[in-house]
């Protein structure tokens, strides 16, 4: 009788395929916990998990932003922006691949990135990064096919910051009006909803407003929503402007939370709205130029969000 694979000794085969298969094939099947693969304890975040600046109220700052396959910035410019916040963690969507992510981070003083491998719908430099202030391990990428355009995926790391452990998400999704077979149902059930992670925090593009059409699965999940620990009403405000008609799409840019070990208070953060290039700054671009400047030189069609979160330590 043969014994059973480990669970260690799947997510070890799982790695060498991924990195054999092309983007194409490798795509997880629904009945595949994506979660299992991705949730092994490092020994580096074991040995690390409370160590830190431990204090009785711990403060971390997080952003996320969809930046237009970088067509409309410069890394630096985009890093140059987001230095008032004082970020500790920032999730790109649709970002190039290479060094882009640490692009951003020399002007920042971020000096720790996760670039994942599978691009949006395969096209083209649409990845997903996480770029953070503190090391970063247990790096992957969890891809799948789910209703809408596909491949999709969600990258994911751990970290430690100021002894707070962190588990990291960044995705970008297409947005679907029901929950099933939707590319949030897949992340809620494989990846949230019996994840054992203390401190979880997803952050990205999800093409949905808030709760709405597939997202409902987030909130049946337990996440909670910066605009809802924030107070903001979202009905009249827009992370998204679409390139061609110029209409609003709404808040569809998310950060999404749960923690099982602390009380968490989200204490500033918001749609940060002077995300423009200098009036001087010129691009060369393939597309888009008249639009761009017609919306006033913008970093992206998108605009970024961020968010402080205060970690109450009993």
Request: one cysteine or more; hydrophobic letters at 40%.
């Amino acid at each position: 009788m043969k014994k059973p694979i480990s669970g260690i000794a799947l997510m070890l085969l799982f790695v060498l395929k991924a990195e054999q298969a092309p983007a194409s094939e490798r795509a997880l099947r629904e009945e595949v916990s994506a979660f299992s693969i991705v949730s092994s304890e490092s020994t580096y975040y074991a040995n690390n998990k409370n160590k830190g600046d431990l204090t009785a109220k711990t403060k971390i700052r997080f952003a996320t932003y969809n930046v237009l396959f970088g067509l409309w910035a410069k890394p630096e410019s985009v890093g140059k922006m987001f230095k008032p916040y004082n970020l500790d963690v920032i999730c790109f969507n649709e970002v190039p691949h290479g060094n882009w992510t640490l692009r951003v981070g020399r002007e920042l003083g971020m000096k720790h990135a996760h670039v994942g491998k599978v691009s949006s719908a395969n096209h083209k430099d649409k990845y997903k990064s996480i770029l953070s202030r503190f090391p970063l391990f247990d790096k992957g990428e969890v891809v799948f096919n789910s209703k809408g355009w596909k491949p999709a995926s969600v990258v994911t790391a751990r970290t430690n910051i100021k002894g707070v452990p962190l588990t990291l998400y960044s995705t970008h999704i297409p947005g679907q009006p029901v929950v099933e077979k939707s590319a949030a149902s897949f992340i809620a059930k494989n990846m949230l909803s019996d994840s054992v992670n203390e401190n979880l925090f997803v952050l990205g593009d999800f093409n949905n407003l808030l709760y709405g059409g597939a997202l409902k699965a987030f909130k049946e999940a337990g996440m909670k929503s910066i605009w809802h620990g924030l107070s903001i009403d979202t009905a009249n405000i827009s992370t998204h402007r679409h390139i061609e008609s110029g209409n609003e799409s709404g808040v569809i840019d998310h950060i999404f939370y749960r923690s099982k070990e602390f009380k968490v208070q989200v204490t500033n953060g918001g749609i940060i709205e002077t995300a423009f290039n200098s009036a001087e700054e010129e691009i060369d671009m393939s597309r888009y130029k008249k639009e761009w400047l017609k919306y006033g030189k913008p970093l992206s069609d998108h605009r970024p969000i961020w968010a402080e979160f205060t970690f109450i330590h009993d």
